[in-house]
């Protein structure tokens, strides 16, 4: 099993950055992919982003692709989001997981098997 703790959420401004960590202990971290999921009030848990175990292959959400960068650092057993020119509808609470269950990269909710607690992330206008 991995635990996972997410931390870098906050509230800035439109057109701001934040980084989110997500720190994972247990099982070696570089046995599982993982990804970057976020929940807007009312709405449902979408992927942001996702990265293989070796970050040679990573996928982004439409809506993201150019201000967001996933990477990892598996000798820190540590993923990043990096969020630039954040916008308004970026708020929701962001959430870590790992996947065990896919060869390469996990785009799908369901492919994952663990997850973090969460962190919010509050862009405003």
């Known amino acids: 099993q991995v635990q996972l703790v997410e931390s870098g959420g906050g509230l800035v401004q439109a057109g701001g950055s934040l980084r989110l960590s997500c720190a994972a202990s247990g099982r070696t971290f570089s046995s599982y992919a993982m990804g970057w999921f976020r929940q807007a009030p009312g709405k449902e848990r979408e992927i942001v982003a996702a990265i293989s175990r070796s970050s040679s292959i990573t996928y982004y959400v439409d809506s993201v692709k150019g201000r967001f960068t996933i990477s990892r650092d598996n000798a820190k057993s540590t993923g990043y989001l990096q969020m630039n020119s954040l916008k308004p509808e970026d708020t929701a609470v962001y959430y870590c997981?790992?996947?065990?269950?896919?060869?390469?990269?996990?785009?799908?909710?369901?492919?994952?098997?663990?997850w973090g607690q969460g962190t919010q992330v509050t862009v405003s206008s």
């Open positions: 997981a790992a996947s065990n269950l896919v060869s390469f990269i996990a785009t799908a909710r369901s492919e994952y098997d663990y």
